[in-house]
T-cell receptor, first 115, second 119 residues
Framework: DTEVTQTPKHLVMGMTNKKSLKCEQHMGHRAMYWYKQKAKKPPELMFVYSYEKLSINESVPSRFSPECPNSSLLNLHLHALQPEDSALYLC??????????????FGSGTRLTVV | KQEVTQIPAALSVPEGENLVLNCSFTDSAIYNLQWFRQDPGKGLTSLLLIQSSQREQTSGRLNASLDKSSGRSTLYIAASQPGDSATYLCAVRPRRVNAGGTSYGKLTFGQGTILTVHP
């Protein structure tokens, strides 16, 4: 298995809803990431998990809450989002967060629309 | 702070042309550089990964080169096809980790080159 699987592919939610994005990989990677991508922009890092522990939070608002239940699974819990949070949310993984000669693997993303 | 620039921002070519996409970065202390392809509304697909000690990597019609000392990488696409139409992103992985760990695992992306290959 050489893939990062993200579900759902599309999500529409209201500003008072609570929803979760899911990311799964079975490549034995020990670092997992959440990126946010707005239209016509490059991906921006949100969170880094290393060995199931949160190692980087790029000053992301608390309405985004990451969780890493085990080494293969990464969730992003969403609550009270704003319309400007609408974007493509990408999950990625790599063997290690630093000193890793191997590259990153990205999922196909979740297209989130906040109404 | 690492900055990555891609030129051109957009490129439109007829099918069959050989083309070059450029990526430059300001801090040569990189661990590796990765080229990705992104189709509209989709995730990133890794094309080529070049380690800091390597000069080039090849996969099929794609060839990526790296000149770390001058802070440049190029992606060469031979005999372009309409199916090559996509956004191409380069991303660098830092060698140094700041004392506060702020570059820990952080890829720095360029703004991308939008490629259109027309029949």
């Amino acid at each position: 298995d050489t893939e990062v699987t993200q579900t759902p592919k599309h999500l529409v939610m209201g500003m008072t809803n609570k929803k979760s994005l899911k990311c799964e990989q079975h490549m034995g990677h020990r670092a997992m990431y959440w990126y946010k991508q707005k239209a016509k922009k490059p991906p921006e890092l949100m969170f880094v998990y290393s060995y199931e522990k949160l190692s980087i939070n790029e000053s992301v608002p608390s309405r985004f809450s990451p969780e890493c239940p085990n080494s293969s699974l990464l969730n992003l819990h969403l609550h009270a989002l704003q319309p400007e949070d609408s974007a493509l949310y990408l999950c990625a993984s790599s063997f290690f967060p630093t000193r890793d000669k191997r590259g990153y693997t990205f999922g196909s993303g979740t297209r989130l629309t906040v109404v | 702070k690492q900055e990555v620039t891609q030129i051109p921002a957009a490129l439109s070519v007829p099918e069959g042309e050989n083309l070059v996409l450029n990526c430059s970065f300001t801090d040569s202390a990189i661990y590796n550089l990765q080229w990705f392809r992104q189709d509209p509304g989709k995730g990133l697909t890794s094309l080529l990964l070049i380690q800091s000690s390597q000069r080039e990597q090849t996969s099929g019609r794609l060839n990526a080169s790296l000149d770390k000392s001058s802070g440049r990488s190029t992606l060469y696409i031979a005999a372009s096809q309409p199916g090559d139409s996509a956004t191409y992103l380069c991303a660098v992985r830092p060698r140094r980790v700041n004392a506060g760990g702020t570059s820990y695992g952080k890829l720095t992306f360029g703004q991308g080159t939008i490629l259109t290959v027309h029949p």
